[in-house]
DNA sequence: ATGAAAGCGCTAACAT
DNA sequence: ATGTTAGCGCTTTCAT
């Protein structure tokens, strides 16, 4: 019986459509540019109290939300920021894309993905987030050389910022002590008595790679540990990668080690399968430690010991670090994190036969 | 000594800033009404084939992109999706944004992510995305139960879909057959010989924990097997609450299980890590089967046999459902996915003591 | 302190 | 088949 519309009221969206500044404006009785200068966050404009009050209020009522895209289209900013990924089925990068998501959110940025599939080249997806101007910057990560993505970086026209990797040109990136990392795993296992310490090595990337041999070669120098190249195997970044330079560590070591460090954890999870196919109990036979405390050190068995990496700091501060690019209050941010700690869980013991 | 700014020079980027549609209007002697009827992709527009191929070219020497935020703010959408997630770094969340990501490619739209906070009420993820204007529809996924979820989508005021899910008054969703993957699991245990097989089950969710559920119980009584409540225990979605659940349904038992049927790979995890403690042998002593085929499946020891889930499907599937609603093609999309298969690994095998 | 007016780059009537 | 015009919602000089 109560008629659907009757005079005044104030129900929140007066038409089907969202309400515009100039809703708010007409309701609250000022010009639209003054409504702007209130509702537009930068609230250092001056602006009456009563007359701000008034807007605020209107808006309130008219439930407005500001429509990013005209406030884009007037500024020239999209207020977002790209990430693109190799692969997202990879803790590194999901929880990357954690970090990044927050860092954005929190200064008023969205986060807009890209998925770079397996095979396509790189460019194509950073063209794809840049060309078509929707985002400001780009947070670039990768898992092969640096050189492709690069150009394909700068023909965005975008600042961008490497996440993960550095590389000589690089003014904007924000990466790991993989050889700090490295060392401390391998000073554990050194700890603990081992100096048969196997390695299985990245190849594909520089950064990662060679940072993290380097530590195991430095670690095993300082405790004065001879080093034997039959105890290193490439694995690469995967776990079938992992379970078959375990396996040929195995085979061509005249004397089997009593640890291994594997370069990530997907090498990892490969190497303690190969390991459990020979029936070599981990860690009571042979310890293994590695890089990067992601969620699936803890649902293996047994457990594993880890470096803790800050992965998702690194795409909280690669967010920060883009958008005050973006913003021009800095030029250039090069910042290597270092690891922040050990954790020990049950893949690595004393070597065997030592006593306690 | 070369003058910088001397004749007709046809270098891409006239000034710093990017081709708009008037500089290659102008370049081609059109109106950029008529280059915009090119350029637009909407290429059913009438235009002489002379002044297509002029402004066609124009365009490409002046490496001309469209400013997406300008179509945007003319056409009212934004030509981007949003997803927000409780857990990034859950396969099946990842998988699903894969899917997501290339069906909202395909179709030209971008994908926008939103991790939802654990604490942060899934309302203010899907505010921040659809109340600033910043996508034209929602994918919604979440762990808990609905109600919460769709209250936030409605306020949204944009299309929604629900994935992984569906429910009374839900008119766009696209899920799973969690009973059909549950029986099928059950049934590859039953065809081993295995009579006493336990669940660890889910409970937060009504579609997923239900549906697998009932799926275990209907496999059973179709065998002719009794149900017996002791073998079942609630583990919810982690790998600490498999672990529990697989421990208590080890200890309320009076005769020990020779099979489980954990929910998810989460949940199996746990439940492996709890087994080997106890000392027991997978697949030796007691098999496993789980649903979702997702990476880590393959990485575990044993690796795990599991009913094959079309998760990544789901999301692109999703996508595109949702843009056929945005693009008005569709009105209301329920589609329920069927289980793919069973991948036989090394967790399942004979039940012990039964010969060949 | 506030209003008037212009314009970001694009698309879509409405002419012609 | 092509040009003219208006305007999406906002910010930002420039006046007052």
Known sequence: MPKKTSDARPSPPPHNLR???????????????TASRVLSGDNKQRVGQDTRNRILEAAKS????PNITARSLRVAKTFSLGIAVPQLDNPVFSQM????????????????????????????????????NRVDGLLI??????SVVLSAAQKARVPFMLLNRTGPGISNSIYFDSNAAARLAVEHLIGLGHTRIAHLSGQLNPSTGIGRFA???????????????ELVAVSGYTIKGGAQAMRKV???AK???????????????????????YGIRVPEDLSVVTVHDGP???????????????????????????IDLIEGRKTTTNVMMQPQGLIIRGSTARVPGAGT
């Open 141 to 146: 990560t990768t898992l092969d050389d640096n």
């Open 296 to 322: 699936i050190a803890e649902a293996m068995f047994p457990p594993l010991s880890t470096v803790q990496m800050p992965v998702e700091q690194m795409g909280y501060d690669g967010a920060i670090g883009l």
């Open 215 to 229: 530590g195991y070669r430095d670690a095993l120098a300082d405790a004065g540990i001879a080093f034997d190249p």
């Open 19 to 33: 309400a515009t500044l100039n809703d708010v404006a007409l309701q609250a009785g000022v010009d639209v540019s």
């Open 97 to 132: 894309i954690i970090g990044a998501e927050r860092g954005a959110r929190e200064r008023g940025y969205s986060l807009l993905i890209a998925h770079i599939e397996e095979g396509s080249s790189d460019d194509a997806a950073y063209e794809r987030l840049a060309s078509t």
């Open 250 to 252: 195995l085979e061509q």
């Open 255 to 277: 004397q089997r080690p009593t640890a291994v460090f594997p370069i990530t954890l997907a090498a990892a999870a490969g190497a303690i399968m190969a390991l459990q196919q």
């Open 62 to 65: 008219l439930d407005y939300h």
